[in-house]
Nanobody, 116 residues
Framework: VQLVESGGGLVQPGGSLKLSCAAS????????MSWFRQAPGKERELVAT????????NYATSVKGRFTISRDNARNTVYLQMNSLKPEDTAVYYC??????????WGQGTQVTVSS
């Protein structure tokens, strides 16, 4: 059972990144999946959620209109397209099950740094 995040990096304000999370070892297609982030000195926060069929999504107010979550159940992968990035988006980004009772062990995350 594993979650592997990738796609982070250093980007200037206003730039874009696309994160990927490859899942293995569980029935990915039946799970609502979420992206979370944790900035230095702050609690981990929920950023975006996509339900199992991909038809419903939810976003934190701070990212709504800028971030898009999507999934490919055939590839057991969930994505986060991040546009119009701001310095306050700087954090380590993680994916995991939306339902806390179904959480997988956290992966290593992927660092996103927004800075000029």
């Amino acid at each position: 059972v594993q979650l592997v995040e990738s796609g982070g990096g250093l980007v200037q304000p206003g730039g874009s990144l696309k994160l990927s999370c490859a899942a293995s070892g569980f029935t990915f297609g039946s799970y609502a999946m979420s992206w979370f982030r944790q900035a230095p000195g702050k609690e981990r926060e929920l950023v975006a959620t996509i339900f199992s069929d991909g038809g419903s999504t939810n976003y934190a107010t701070s990212v709504k209109g800028r971030f898009t979550i999507s999934r490919d159940n055939a590839r057991n992968t969930v994505y986060l397209q991040m546009n119009s990035l701001k310095p306050e988006d700087t954090a380590v980004y993680y994916c995991n099950a939306y339902n806390a009772m179904l959480r997988i062990s956290w992966g290593q995350g992927t660092q996103v740094t927004v800075s000029s």
